[in-house]
């Protein structure tokens, strides 16, 4: 049984606060936090007779506050052992708060909070060491070039620790919002025809670019667009699409760095372990995995065809499209650790299981995707099912198109995280990727981007196997 604490609980209900609200209660929160103990051993470390202990911890596991982990014995008797629920609680805004927008506001504070300790924890540079990941390792900044960066509210402390590292090899630093707030403004600002015709940038800006950095985050910014924005967002897509293609025509890279919150892990091992291993890939050596990357692209090479079989026994027939290694050294990927192999389009046939998808912040897990003729056509197997189906057929663009599959070949974590740009660089992890490819070399564009992680799957190039049950054969 898992017995370790979550970083942090959010306090929902009155009969929890109830629960917080004595002092001996918080004192054995204290020291349940770093372990499991039993009632005996917490009573003597506060001096409390061991009844009255057992009460106490009763009742926070009522609450949800405790847990029960372990049994085991001392002396001539067997003993329960018991660990916080987390390290930390917090009271949920929305008992005391009847804004919606603080009430918003207030979580995505303690989203960042969370974040910046996680990473502290398992990063000894912390974001200084990642932002210069990101300006030397990765987009080879040198002195004199000029770098956009694009970013929102929640990743304000990352942004400011890339542009002192792009100073730092004396690049030039160019800073445009990309969050809730601006695009929902220009949505409102402009007529779908304005929108239909405009640019993303104009282009004596992108004449100017030499690498571009994207920072984004799922932290919730309000509420979702309305049904008038969302009518228009398609043509908002039109021209981000036609910016990434501008960038890849001129060899200008483009790196997107999607900062991980709690919410991309639910339902899965935990957000500690998740966010572990986000920061964990952000931190590996990039170095080291060139030559796996190498040699999965060798063994690509020249590859017509490509059979994907899951645990179930159902399977993917698909024809590749050559990729070229210019292609893809124009998308770096941060976290990076996985080849990246476009499809033919319309030549998908097949079925296959999926440990999960998400969309809108939630997962669906146990996916069983049917095919034809390279479009997905049939979702099947997963709880509310229905539910994914309505929405994807409110997105606009080639949502159900099948653009790319990614092979994950890092090795910074055994287990799926639910982070489905995490999960797909895994080692062993295969990943079908529905919508937009643009950023990978391709034309295909969506509203909406689907990713299928399937691990324990068995993968075959031209008849030869290249990953058998989930372990790479190389």
């Not at 990943?431 to 509203?447: N, R």
Request: charged share 25%; hydrophobic share 40%; proline share 4%.
């Amino acid at each position: 049984m898992n017995d370790t604490p979550k970083e942090y609980c959010t306090v929902k209900g009155v009969d929890a606060i109830k629960a917080l609200a004595h002092e001996d209660r918080l004192a054995i929160l204290e020291q349940l936090r770093d372990g499991p103990r039993t009632a005996s051993e917490v009573a003597r470390a506060l001096g409390i007779a061991a009844q009255k202990i057992g009460y106490h911890i009763k009742k926070l596991e009522e609450a949800g506050l405790v847990r029960f982990c372990n049994t085991g014995r001392k002396r001539w008797k067997e003993e329960r052992y018991f660990v916080a629920e987390a390290r930390h609680y917090l009271v949920d805004p929305a008992l005391a708060c009847d804004d919606p927008a603080t009430q918003t506001r207030l979580a995505a504070e303690v989203e960042l909070r969370f974040q910046q300790n996680r990473l502290e924890q398992t990063l000894e540079q912390g974001l200084p060491g990642v932002a210069r990941k990101v300006v030397a390792d990765v987009l080879e900044l040198e002195a004199g070039q000029v770098l956009l960066l694009m970013g929102g509210p929640f990743t304000l402390e990352l942004a400011d620790a890339i542009i002192v590292a792009a100073e730092a090899v004396g690049a030039i630093v160019l800073q445009r919002s990309w969050d809730r707030a601006y695009i929902l403004g220009r949505l409102d600002a402009h007529s779908a025809d304005e929108l239909a015709t405009q640019e993303l940038f104009p282009s004596a800006l992108l004449s100017q670019v030499d690498a571009v950095c994207q920072l984004t985050s799922a932290i919730t910014q309000g509420a979702p667009p309305s049904p008038e924005q969302r009518a228009k967002l398609p043509h908002l897509l039109r021209a981000v699409t036609e910016f990434q293609r501008k960038l890849r025509d001129a060899g200008v890279p483009h790196l997107e760095v999607s900062v991980p919150s709690s919410r991309d892990f639910e339902g899965f091992a935990s957000a500690e372990i998740g966010m572990d291993t986000y920061w964990r890939a952000l931190d590996q050596d990039r170095a080291a995995l060139a030559p796996h990357l190498d040699a999965v692209a060798a063994a690509f090479a020249g590859a017509q065809s490509m059979r994907l079989r899951d645990r179930e026994g159902g399977e993917l027939l698909v024809q590749l499209r050559p990729t070229t290694r210019a292609e893809r050294s124009l998308t770096p990927s941060l976290p990076s650790g996985a080849h990246v192999q476009l499809v033919e389009p319309g030549t998908a046939q097949g079925t296959l299981v999926a440990d999960y998808t998400m969309a809108g912040g939630k997962h669906y897990a146990g996916v069983r995707a049917t095919l034809r003729d390279g479009k997905l056509t049939e979702l099947a197997g997963a709880e509310a099912v229905a539910e994914l189906e309505e929405r994807i057929d409110s997105e606009s663009g080639d949502v159900r198109s099948l653009a790319y599959f990614a092979l994950g070949l890092s090795p910074v974590g055994d287990a799926l995280t639910g982070k489905t740009s995490l999960d797909s660089i895994l080692a062993g992890v295969v990943t079908l990727a529905f919508g937009t490819s643009t950023e990978q070399g391709g034309e295909q564009s969506a509203t909406l981007d689907l990713r299928f992680p399937l691990t324990g799957a068995t993968l075959e190039l031209d008849g030869r196997v290249l990953v058998r049950d989930g372990a790479l054969e190389l």
